[in-house]
């Protein structure tokens, strides 16, 4: 029905970007016309800073990159911000994706 879900650790960060995940959606990845759409989801930063400054996540120390200055993240407007609400230990966020393909 064109769902799918998947479970992850809170992702880390590297120099220069700030924190997100990438995903890609393939219409059919075996045909040759098949769609492809790659995107990026971000995290709020004020979450990212609690996250990393606990258990392992603290080792490394703060992100260097916020989500304003970061040209991925501005490209979108905000739109690909998630929202994160707490679960039990966890986290979970829903982002609803719609592609017309006509």
Not at 6 to 11: A, C, E, G, L, Q
Not at 39 to 57: H, I
Not at 67 to 92: H, P, R
Request: charged share 15%; proline share 4%.
């Amino acid at each position: 029905n064109g769902r799918t879900s998947f479970t992850t650790i809170y992702p880390g960060w590297y120099q220069g970007r700030a924190v997100h995940i990438h995903f890609k959606i393939r219409t059919d990845p075996e045909g040759g016309a098949g769609f492809e759409f790659t995107s990026q989801l971000f995290f709020d930063d004020e979450l990212s800073r609690a996250v990393y400054s606990t258990g392992v996540y603290a080792q490394k120390g703060p992100q260097d990159q916020l989500n304003a200055s970061d040209q991925i993240f501005n490209q979108s407007g905000g739109a690909t911000l998630l929202s994160v609400t707490q679960e039990g230990d966890g986290y979970k966020a829903t982002f609803p994706i719609a592609i017309q393909l006509s």
